[in-house]
Nanobody, 125 residues
Framework: QVQLVESGGGLVQAGDSLRLSCAARGPPISNYAMAWFRQAPGKEREFVAAIAWAGSRTFYRKSVEGRFTISRDNAKNTLYLQMNSLKPEDTAVYYC??????????????????WGIGTLVTVSL
């Protein structure tokens, strides 16, 4: 099974940018539809962005549309999340996720087969 390791989190100010990476170990990510979820303190884990197998379809949470971009480099076996114009409400642990089934719509928590351990993003005023 695939193992997912996130990196790139940190403490930034509102308006700054960050790029998260998710390196996959084991089977290639070309086998999976991939996504990012996040979980803020005291809140449930929520969908952020997703990308289909071939990368031709992407899905975004409404609150991040236009600011975040999900992409995949199958040759590097890596998933990315470029986050621009960060806001304090983006503060959360961000999780990389993989699904065996492709995405026709944005995935739910229950549609995920594999999770990373998460990387913390903190956005200050």
């Amino acid at each position: 099974q695939v193992q997912l390791v996130e990196s790139g989190g940190g403490l930034v100010q509102a308006g700054d940018s960050l790029r998260l990476s998710c390196a996959a170990r084991g089977p290639p990510i070309s086998n999976y539809a991939m996504a990012w979820f996040r979980q803020a303190p005291g809140k449930e884990r929520e969908f952020v962005a997703a990308i289909a197998w071939a990368g031709s379809r992407t899905f975004y949470r409404k609150s991040v549309e236009g600011r975040f971009t999900i992409s995949r480099d199958n040759a590097k076996n890596t998933l990315y999340l470029q986050m621009n114009s960060l806001k304090p409400e983006d503060t959360a642990v961000y999780y990389c996720a993989a699904s065996v089934s492709d995405y026709a719509v944005e995935p739910t928590y229950h549609g995920i087969n594999f999770w990373g351990i998460g990387t913390l993003v903190t956005v200050s005023l």
